[in-house]
């Protein structure tokens, strides 16, 4: 083992404090014990260096500090690596574990009292282990661990109190054996035991902090630590039954196709209902046009008009068409907040019942074929509620081609709902084969697009491994925290983005950018598209709002097909402005400016391409080949992304030729 | 599907043929099957399928198979979704 130094990087908390830290895998109750340990006080706070966000609250003197759902700490990917950072700074670590799920929570269990933290574990969830046919043993578990073990349901508050009553009984537990003797030579090199755990473990970021070399022995220790825990589950749980419960038959049927498929439909159904009807129509109209527009509005103008007249450059930056305190606040508050929680609901709510990774074990094959893997379906589905929110969930996603893709896609295809809301207005009035043309192209670019990313972009595809957790009821209160804590993440997010594209659009407008844009674009809207000049306005609104654009539409004198190009070409147009500006602040300045100008180009293309095949079916326009440009459409679909996967597989086959062998 | 050798591929009722002895993929194992995982490929996910309880030498239960989908194997409670490409590299012997 070279030298190494010692490094510390700290989060900062006071000094004397105690730094209290919650761990646990994913969905096992953490914030439960967070907000009772806290109470209101919460700070929410960015890492340095990364995007996440983690909470912080106080208790007494000492701080509590949240961290990821993870099931063990390493370089795997970044709530991983915020986790074990966190954890390796704390004092002490209360570690919820789920009491029907133990095989899987005591890795983590295992490997954080391996660093050598006083540990606490609330063994969260007792309830469901009599529903599981389970019996676990609290207090042989606590012998085996070596730390105190306290049987809780957090969602009933049974055994809070007591978790934090003996807090600070914690205390080092039994580490995996052999380890001590592995960890001696490196415990005078580096700074805490923790850290010489991870270096042992291989960990890359730890070890070129202190200046070591990685050690090669992860795979031993986890399997020594695996063993380990198989032995604890033995001696603390005995299985009373097989608990071949309705849950576990609902799962399996949520997996299976035949019976999954339609499953998820009706969910798709009953989310459209709630949210594209409910919501999006009674909810959005109340706080929108009533609350927002009808009073909110009229108020802050008047207002502000005391101080500075309302036809003067600050007045309109302020108040105007598109003003920080009018449109901002309208759209941000009245039309996105209620969708996006209408959304965040949902996903909570499929999150903590389990049905989420049967979704995307499901669907699974068919997001290969554009580069994703299962997961990717998450953001796909929240981008129709709104883009700029599902372009901050693609974090969530493994690996960074995998996020490149989604968030194209996202950009390119996916219309956000308040598009979608003036699109769906404006395909009613036409026939049955007009609205197959719009949905095929809109799908066929998807196709296209994500088949020639992942055939092009450098790196393999990310494969599906993912625990699939036993079924169960939501809990309500759960899910309507994880929503309210979500929504207000994208509020304070997308906030200031939304105001800076406010900004900058009512520059544009009060310097003649906007005109000038207008009159650039009408030779292409005109020539190419074969729409009326007057297009080129909505276009260059869809740059701000994409439903802007698309309402902008309903303005103009349009036959059928005219109604399609335009609809096609505004789906496929930029981004809204605020999404773009998460592009630019997620992504490298490059790479949102490519997907920017991709937008342009793939959008008037495609468009174009509609219309003018449309004339060459039917030179006279009084009935438009509508049919025929549908069928060229699928074709050239199928033959693009034929030949994409063809290049991808051959040079696969080139490229590693002894896979499975 | 390329470049991997040709396999037992036939399936259904009607088939009568055995499948080959010897080691085989997980992608091969049918529903309900029992077998032993022999061999992960990757490093990576050694490490994250032990974290699952999923290792060599352990035997697991094909639970389900999603057509040219993923396959969900099982060891005790714990059950996982493994991707058809990477379930096509693991290497189990049949039991």
């Given at each position: 083992?070279?030298?190494?130094h010692?490094?510390?990087?700290q989060?900062?908390?006071?000094?004397?404090a105690?730094r209290?830290?919650?761990?646990?895998?994913?969905?096992?109750?953490?914030?439960?014990?967070?907000?009772?340990?806290?109470?209101?006080?919460?700070?929410?706070?960015?890492?340095?260096?990364?995007?996440?966000?983690?909470?912080?609250?106080r208790?007494?003197?000492?701080?509590?500090?949240?961290?990821?759902?993870?099931?063990?700490?390493?370089?795997?990917?970044?709530?991983?690596?915020?986790?074990?950072d966190?954890?390796?700074?704390?004092?002490?670590?209360?570690?919820?574990v789920?009491?029907?799920?133990?095989?899987?929570?005591?890795?983590?269990?295992?490997?954080?009292?391996?660093?050598?933290?006083?540990?606490?574990?609330?063994l969260n969830?007792?309830?469901?282990?009599?529903?599981?046919?389970?019996?676990?043993?609290?207090e042989?578990?606590?012998?085996?661990?070596?730390?105190?073990?306290?049987?809780?349901v957090?969602?009933k508050?049974?055994?809070?109190?007591?978790?934090?009553?003996?807090?600070?009984?914690?205390?080092?537990?039994?580490?995996?054996?052999?380890?001590?003797?592995?960890?001696?030579?490196?415990?005078?090199?580096?700074?805490?035991?923790?850290?010489?755990?991870?270096?042992?473990?291989?960990?890359?970021?730890?070890?070129?902090?202190?200046?070591?070399?990685?050690?090669?022995?992860q795979?031993?220790?986890?399997r020594?630590?695996?063993?380990?825990?198989?032995?604890i589950?033995?001696?603390?749980?005995?299985?009373t039954?097989?608990g071949?419960?309705?849950?576990?038959?609902?799962?399996?049927?949520?997996?299976?196709?035949?019976?999954g498929?339609?499953?998820?439909l009706?969910?798709?159904?009953?989310?459209?209902?709630?949210i594209?009807?409910?919501?999006?129509g009674?909810?959005?109209?109340?706080?929108?046009?009533?609350?927002?527009?009808g009073?909110?509005?009229?108020?802050i103008?008047?207002f502000?008009?005391?101080?500075?007249?309302?036809?003067?450059?600050?007045?309109?930056?302020?108040?105007?068409?598109?003003?920080?305190?009018?449109?901002?606040?309208?759209?941000?508050?009245?039309?996105?907040?209620p969708?996006?929680?209408?959304?965040?609901?949902?996903?909570?709510?499929f999150?903590?019942?389990g049905?989420?990774?049967?979704?995307?074990?499901?669907?699974?094959?068919?997001?290969?074929a554009?580069?994703?893997?299962?997961r990717?379906?998450?953001p796909?589905?929240?981008?129709?509620?709104?883009?700029?929110?599902?372009t901050?969930?693609?974090?969530?996603?493994?690996?960074?081609?995998?996020?490149?893709?989604?968030?194209?896609?996202?950009?390119?295809?996916?219309?956000?709902?308040?598009?979608?809301g003036?699109?769906?207005?404006?395909?009613?009035?036409?026939?049955?084969?007009?609205?197959?043309?719009?949905?095929?192209v809109?799908?066929?670019?998807?196709?296209?697009?994500?088949?020639?990313?992942?055939?092009?972009?450098?790196?393999?595809?990310?494969?599906?491994?993912?625990?699939?957790?036993?079924?169960?009821?939501p809990?309500?209160?759960?899910?309507l925290?994880?929503?309210?804590?979500?929504?207000?993440?994208f509020l304070?997010?997308?906030?200031?983005?939304f105001?800076?594209?406010?900004l900058l659009?009512?520059?544009?407008?009060?310097?003649?950018?906007?005109?000038?844009?207008?009159?650039?674009?009408?030779p292409?809207?005109?020539g190419?598209?074969?729409?009326?000049?007057?297009?080129?306005?909505?276009?260059?609104?869809?740059?701000?709002?994409?439903?802007?654009?698309?309402?902008?539409?309903?303005a103009?004198?349009?036959?059928?097909?005219?109604?399609?190009?335009?609809?096609?070409?505004?789906?496929?147009?930029?981004?809204?402005?605020?999404?773009?500006?998460?592009?630019?602040?997620?992504?490298?300045?490059?790479e949102?400016?490519?997907?920017?100008?991709?937008?342009?180009?793939?959008?008037?293309?495609?468009?174009?391409?509609?219309?003018?095949?449309?004339?060459?079916?039917?030179?006279?326009?009084?009935?438009?080949?509508?049919?025929?440009?549908?069928?060229?459409?699928?074709?050239?679909?199928l033959?693009?992304?034929?030949?994409?996967?063809?290049?991808?597989?051959?040079?696969?086959?080139?490229?590693?030729?002894?896979?499975?062998g | 599907?390329?470049?991997?050798?040709?396999?037992?591929?036939?399936?259904?009722?009607r088939?009568t043929?055995?499948?080959?002895p010897?080691?085989?993929?997980?992608?091969?194992?049918?529903?309900?099957?029992?077998?032993r995982?022999?061999?992960?490929?990757?490093?990576?996910?050694?490490?994250?399928?032990?974290?699952?309880?999923?290792?060599?030498?352990?035997?697991?239960?094909?639970?389900?198979?999603?057509?040219?989908?993923?396959?969900?194997?099982?060891?005790?409670?714990?059950?996982?979704?493994?991707?058809?490409?990477?379930?096509?590299?693991?290497?189990?012997?049949?039991?």
């Amino acid at each position: 083992m070279p030298a190494c130094h010692k490094a510390h990087p700290q989060p900062n908390t006071p000094s004397g404090a105690r730094r209290i830290v919650l761990a646990g895998n994913p969905n096992t109750g953490k914030s439960v014990f967070f907000n009772y340990l806290t109470g209101m006080y919460v700070d929410v706070s960015n890492y340095p260096g990364t995007t996440l966000e983690i909470y912080s609250g106080r208790l007494g003197s000492d701080a509590v500090i949240d961290t990821p759902g993870v099931y063990g700490i390493s370089s795997f990917n970044e709530e991983e690596r915020l986790a074990r950072d966190i954890i390796l700074t704390a004092d002490l670590v209360l570690n919820v574990v789920s009491a029907a799920h133990l095989e899987r929570d005591l890795f983590l269990t295992q490997q954080i009292i391996d660093t050598g933290v006083p540990v606490i574990v609330a063994l969260n969830m007792m309830d469901e282990t009599k529903r599981a046919g389970l019996e676990v043993d609290g207090e042989r578990l606590s012998e085996l661990l070596g730390v105190p073990v306290i049987p809780t349901v957090a969602v009933k508050k049974e055994g809070l109190d007591r978790v934090k009553a003996e807090l600070f009984t914690a205390r080092p537990g039994n580490a995996t054996p052999g380890l001590e003797e592995e960890l001696a030579p490196l415990l005078p090199l580096v700074d805490t035991r923790g850290e010489a755990l991870l270096v042992l473990e291989g960990d890359p970021v730890v070890a070129a902090r202190h200046g070591c070399a990685p050690g090669t022995r992860q795979e031993e220790i986890y399997r020594r630590r695996r063993e380990r825990v198989n032995e604890i589950y033995r001696q603390a749980v005995r299985e009373t039954s097989r608990g071949a419960g309705f849950g576990t038959l609902l799962g399996r049927w949520m997996l299976k196709p035949a019976t999954g498929i339609p499953m998820l439909l009706v969910t798709l159904w009953v989310m459209y209902k709630v949210i594209g009807v409910l919501i999006a129509g009674t909810v959005v109209e109340f706080t929108e046009e009533t609350v927002m527009r009808g009073i909110y509005e009229p108020a802050i103008r008047n207002f502000v008009e005391l101080f500075i007249s309302r036809s003067s450059v600050p007045g309109a930056i302020l108040t105007g068409e598109f003003g920080l305190l009018t449109m901002t606040v309208t759209y941000l508050l009245g039309l996105l907040m209620p969708l996006v929680a209408g959304f965040y609901f949902f996903l909570s709510l499929f999150e903590d019942s389990g049905y989420l990774p049967r979704i995307a074990a499901l669907v699974d094959r068919l997001l290969n074929a554009v580069g994703l893997n299962g997961r990717g379906i998450i953001p796909l589905i929240l981008g129709f509620g709104c883009v700029t929110m599902a372009t901050i969930t693609t974090r969530l996603l493994s690996s960074d081609r995998e996020r490149i893709i989604a968030i194209f896609l996202l950009g390119l295809t996916i219309p956000c709902s308040a598009q979608l809301g003036v699109i769906a207005g404006m395909l009613a009035g036409l026939g049955g084969q007009y609205v197959a043309l719009y949905a095929l192209v809109i799908f066929g670019v998807l196709v296209m697009a994500g088949t020639l990313l992942s055939t092009f972009l450098p790196g393999e595809p990310v494969d599906l491994l993912i625990d699939l957790p036993p079924l169960r009821v939501p809990r309500l209160d759960n899910v309507l925290k994880k929503t309210g804590i979500k929504s207000y993440h994208f509020l304070k997010e997308a906030a200031p983005l939304f105001a800076l594209g406010a900004l900058l659009i009512s520059i544009f407008q009060l310097t003649g950018v906007l005109e000038f844009l207008q009159n650039l674009l009408a030779p292409v809207t005109v020539g190419w598209l074969r729409l009326p000049r007057e297009t080129a306005t909505a276009l260059i609104m869809g740059i701000v709002r994409r439903d802007f654009g698309a309402a902008g539409l309903t303005a103009l004198d349009l036959n059928p097909l005219q109604t399609i190009v335009a609809l096609i070409t505004i789906t496929l147009f930029v981004p809204c402005i605020a999404s773009i500006l998460v592009i630019f602040k997620e992504r490298s300045k490059g790479e949102a400016a490519l997907i920017w100008g991709g937008s342009w180009v793939i959008a008037f293309l495609m468009g174009g391409l509609v219309a003018q095949l449309a004339r060459l079916f039917n030179p006279f326009g009084a009935n438009p080949g509508v049919a025929p440009v549908t069928l060229i459409f699928a074709v050239l679909t199928l033959v693009v992304a034929g030949l994409a996967l063809f290049l991808r597989r051959s040079r696969q086959t080139t490229n590693n030729p002894g896979i499975g062998g | 599907m390329f470049g991997l050798p040709k396999r037992h591929r036939c399936r259904g009722w009607r088939c009568t043929e055995q499948p080959p002895p010897g080691p085989m993929t997980l992608a091969e194992v049918k529903r309900g099957q029992r077998c032993r995982i022999i061999n992960i490929p990757s490093e990576k996910i050694r490490a994250q399928a032990l974290r699952f309880g999923i290792a060599e030498g352990e035997i697991v239960t094909c639970r389900e198979k999603i057509p040219a989908g993923p396959v969900v194997i099982a060891r005790n409670r714990q059950e996982i979704a493994v991707g058809r490409r990477l379930a096509r590299q693991i290497q189990v012997q049949q039991i």
